[in-house]
Each structure stands twice: as C-alpha cells, then as structure tokens.
C-alpha cells in the first residue's frame, strides 16, 4: 500500500478517528528488492512492529510484509541491520484522522553539510 | 579604570584563558570544511539504533557505571540534576516488571482494543466509542503508535523490557527548576550516546513509566516519593550490526533568519 492509492480521510473538527481504517491511520511503508534479500531473518527479528516474515522454500527465503500488519513507524531498524540493505522505509506513518503531518519534509540519510 | 575587562569582548577573553589543549581543540573546529567526514560524536549519534534483541551476556558492570558517569555531566536546567537511577541486573526482577507492565497492557486493551471485535457488531461500536473518548482526553497516549504497541504487549508479540540483561531507570525528582522532564531527555541522551560509543545497545522504554501503579514493586525497587520513573533504559549487547549504516529519516522544517531574510529549508 502506497500513500498514493490511499485517500485521506477529511477530518471534521468534531471527528473521533479510528486506527484500523488506512484513510485515517496509514502506518510507515517498507520496499523489500527481492533480489537482493538472501532470507537471513535479522531484519524480522529486529522489527519492534513484528510485521516483516519470511516465505519461500528453505533454500530461497525471501523476506515480505505481514498481511495484517499494523505499527510500522519507518524506524528503518530493519534496513540499518540488513547487510545488504535489501529493506528500507522512506515514507513516514500518516494518521490523518488524528492530526494533520505538518513542517515535515521528505526522507533523507545523514546530509554532510 | 583601564583594568576592567570588557565583558562584552569575548573574543579578548578567549585569547586571555587559551592554553594549550584549548588552542589545539580550537584549530581543529575552524579546520571543518563543508562536506567533512563525520567525527566519532557524530558517528555514535548517527549509527545509534533502538536495540529490542539482546544476546544473553551482560555487560560489565564498570561500562553502566561509565554510561551513568556520562549522565552526571549533562545540563540541567539551574543545575538542579533532577535524576537518580535505579540499575536491575537481575532477571528475576525484570521478569517481574516484565509480567507487572504485560498485565496493565492486557488490562487496558481489554476496555479499548474495538479491533478484536467484528466490523458491525455491537460491541465493536461500544468499545470504539470508548476508545474515542479517551483519545480525546489524551491525545498523546492514545495516539495510534502507543496504542498499537500495547495491543502488541498485551498479546505477547511486543516485550515491554526486551529481554535486557540490564535495565538502568531513570527517576525524575519532581521538584525540579522548570519542566525536570526534558532534563530526563537530556540525562539519558549522554546515557544511549556513551554506550553506542562503547559497543553498547540501547532502547528507551517509556512504558516503564506502567510500573508507577504498583506500590509494592516501586517500593522494593527503591522508588519513592518524590521521585517518579520518567523513562527507562535497557543496555546490552545487540544482536546482528544495526550500526553498520546510518539509516533514513524525514527532514523538518528549519526557519532560518540571516541578514534581515526569513527562509525555509530542510
Ligand atoms: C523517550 C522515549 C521513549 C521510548 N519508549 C519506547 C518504548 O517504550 N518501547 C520501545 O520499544 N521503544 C521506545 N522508544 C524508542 C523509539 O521507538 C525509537 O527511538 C524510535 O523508533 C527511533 O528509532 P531508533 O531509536 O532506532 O533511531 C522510546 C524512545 C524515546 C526517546
Ligand atoms: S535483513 Fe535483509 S537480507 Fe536479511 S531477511 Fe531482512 S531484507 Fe532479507
Ligand atoms: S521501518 Fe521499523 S517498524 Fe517498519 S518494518 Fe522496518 S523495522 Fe519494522
């Protein structure tokens, strides 16, 4: 799920939002390369929101998103442990139900200025 | 009265209290160019990661009286040092903080987790309404991460401690000048920074704040008035590199004013 394919909810000033509807509480979002990931398991150890697994046969594991997954706070505890850096976030949670994201701007690594 | 110093002219002053060491620290800074390599403070800041996974061995305990050490040299507003530490090294009584902060998170999803009933159902809407209400009040903890990660805690998928061999919690004095919390921050910032510095993991955990509700255990903890637990830290050593490389974050805005302009950057 992309933010892109999701519409936000509108928020009247009386709403009380709901955490299980992506329109009002979008969780951070993850992009796994397939190629790259050779199923060493440490990135879903790691995970504090417990939402990556494992799949595939025992000589090709790969690593993918739970399908009910809930609580990704794009840490990217997952792609600082994966040696080859297979797993990354790059978008942050969006609960618009909730409050509106403001003064933030996009992903970046450590910028040397 | 030509003796008085100019308070005003600090860059005389400077020059007047420079020795040696002082003279050498400064040519390093106005050696920095743009684009230069991260020195080790800054390495210990960037590759500093949130540890969930300890491997069993605990770390000496001459490296968490070094950490703590590094805590006593933090600011503080008016120096006032709101902070004292209570370090458990013994698993049977993590265990039991453990098992204590589990329950309240079992306990409080019970009245507010709506998601465990069917869409439509009645008591779906009931709980909802519930949970609705208390968001209202406190918008903070009842905030969707918080919220997701007890519901993880209560059904046993998200640990509170994290297995640590030690857990270092940080008491507020409540006393303090101004808002003692932040100097909380500002304590165990010196305390994870160190200990990455070290070969160290660490993580916050603010939901050791749960154990505040359990008189007895706080009392044979050595926690008591007027002291409260703010935060806590777990220390030990992390499985697998989580400090390999830095990772990514988004950038906040920053209001930047110079020669009378206002601008915006990231
Ligand atoms: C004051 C404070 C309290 C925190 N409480 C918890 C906690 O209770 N449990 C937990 O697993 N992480 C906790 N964290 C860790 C944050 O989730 C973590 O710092 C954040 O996701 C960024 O990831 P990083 O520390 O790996 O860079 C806390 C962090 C801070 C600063
Ligand atoms: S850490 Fe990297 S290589 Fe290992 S399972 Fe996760 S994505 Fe795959
Ligand atoms: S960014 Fe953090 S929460 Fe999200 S999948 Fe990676 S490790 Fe898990």
């Known amino acids: ?113 | 009265m030509s003796d008085v110093v100019d308070v005003e002219d600090t860059e005389d002053l400077e020059c007047a209290l420079e020795d040696d060491r002082t003279a050498r620290r400064r040519v390093a800074i106005h050696d920095i160019a743009p684009g230069a390599d991260w020195n080790e403070v800054e390495e210990a800041i960037l590759t500093r990661r949130s540890i969930r996974k300890f491997k069993g061995r605990q770390p000496p305990a001459h490296l968490i009286r070094r950490i703590l050490e590094m805590g006593r040299f933090a600011p503080s507003q008016g120096n006032c040092q709101p902070w004292s530490f209570v370090v458990v090294r013994d698993r049977e009584m993590i265990a039991e903080m453990e098992q204590y902060c589990v329950a309240v998170c079992q306990n409080m999803t019970a009245g507010i987790d709506y998601t465990n009933y069917e869409s439509g159902s009645e008591q779906r809407a009931a709980i909802l309404q519930n949970t609705q209400v208390l968001n209202r009040q406190n918008p903070n903890s009842f905030h969707p991460v918080p919220m997701t990660a007890i519901k993880s805690i209560a059904k046993g998928r998200f640990a509170v401690f994290h297995k640590a061999p030690t857990v270092i919690l940080i008491l507020v004095d409540k006393r303090g000048v101004g808002v003692p919390e932040v100097d909380v921050g500002v304590v165990g910032t010196n305390i994870v920074l160190a200990a990455q510095s070290l070969g160290l993991g660490t993580c916050w955990v603010g939901f050791s704040r749960l154990l505040s509700s359990n008189t007895a255990l706080c009392e044979k903890l050595g926690v008591a008035a007027p002291f409260e637990i703010a935060e806590a830290i777990c220390v030990g050593y992390s499985i697998g590199n989580p400090a390999q490389q830095p990772v990514s974050r988004q950038t906040h805005e920053i209001i930047w004013w110079e020669g009378g302009q206002k601008e915006v950057l990231y």
């Open chain 1, 1 to 113: 799920m992309t933010a892109s394919n999701v519409e936000k909810a509108v928020v009247p000033p009386d709403h009380l939002a709901i955490w299980d509807d992506p329109r009002e509480a979008l969780y951070g979002r993850v992009t796994i390369d397939l190629e790259t990931c050779d199923g060493c398991k440490l990135c879903t150890v790691v995970c504090p929101a417990n939402i990556l697994e494992l799949y595939g046969p025992k000589d090709n594991l790969k690593v993918r998103i739970k399908e009910d997954f809930t609580g990704c706070m794009s840490c990217n505890n997952c792609y600082a442990i994966c040696a080859g850096q297979a797993v990354i976030a790059s978008e942050p949670y969006d609960f618009a139900g909730y409050y509106e994201q403001k003064r933030i701007g996009k992903f970046e690594f450590p910028r040397k200025f």
